[in-house]
């Protein structure tokens, strides 16, 4: 069974400086879509980036990137020029390629910005 | 830009009574989704409904689930006998459709804080 692991259940940035979240997944396929959500305190997740497995360039989304390294099964998100805006939960999530059923969640860091 | 919708927000509800939680897709979705998040825990997926079936279920979906598109736009989780422990927050997702290079993205609602008391 896929699981995704997030091992930093909290992190702090100070604002305007860039942060990593790791996150870690385990799976025997070799395709496979990755996703970071965001949970703001409104409790509703945000799609902020998604990684297909079978493309090697990292995925960017304006001041969100990731280091997507397959065959460490690393899946760590950066955000550069931390806003205020960007606190909140972040979870990573997988899912196979050919299920769209079943999406595997990370456990979430929360990410504090300090002004 | 469309949205999923759920009803209502909190729900509180007495050990033993039946709920049923609303959600309403966005649209042109096929394929519709109920996640579970116990205060502090990870996110975990309940079902997933596609054609009128569920297409797949996990180990906590059991007997006392039940899902139901009633109609063309609604999306239902019924618990028929609440416990304690159900006590989470429920998301409903919607996807437009899988497979390879189609729209794999699930679109999550705002949520449903469900207590039982």
């Known amino acids: 069974a896929q699981t995704v692991t997030q091992s930093q259940p909290e992190m702090s940035v100070q604002e305007a400086e860039t942060v990593t979240l790791s996150c870690t997944y385990d799976?025997?396929?070799?395709?496979?879509?990755l996703f970071w959500y965001k949970q703001p305190p409104s409790r509703q997740m945000i799609l902020v980036i998604r990684?297909?497995?079978?493309?090697?360039q990292n995925a960017t989304e304006n001041r969100f990137s990731v280091n997507f390294q397959k065959a460490a099964k690393s899946f760590s998100l950066k955000i550069s020029d931390s806003q205020l805006g960007d606190a909140a939960m972040y979870f990573c999530?997988?899912?196979?390629?050919?299920?769209?059923?079943?999406?595997?969640f990370g456990a979430g860091t929360r990410l504090t910005v300090k002004p | 830009e469309p949205e999923v919708t759920q009803t209502p927000s909190h729900q509180v509800t007495q050990m033993g009574q039946e709920v049923i939680l609303r959600c309403v897709p966005i649209?042109?979705?096929?394929?519709f989704y109920w996640y579970r998040q116990i205060l502090g825990q990870k996110v975990e997926f309940l079902v997933s409904?596609?054609?009128?079936?569920?297409?797949?279920k996990s180990e906590i979906f059991d007997d006392q689930f039940s899902v139901e598109r009633p109609d063309g736009s609604n999306f239902t989780l019924k618990i028929r006998s609440t416990k304690l422990e159900d006590s989470a927050m429920y998301f409903c997702?919607?996807?437009?459709?899988?497979?390879?290079?189609?729209?794999?993205?699930?679109?999550f609602g705002p949520g449903t804080r469900l207590t039982v008391t």
């Open positions: 997702a919607s996807s437009e459709w899988e497979g390879t290079g189609g729209h794999y993205e699930q679109y």
């Open positions: 799976t025997s396929e070799s395709d496979y879509y």
């Open positions: 990684q297909e497995a079978y493309k090697q």
């Open positions: 999530a997988y899912r196979t390629l050919y299920n769209n059923n079943d999406m595997r």
């Open positions: 649209s042109n979705h096929l394929y």
């Open positions: 409904f596609y054609n009128n079936e569920i297409s797949e």
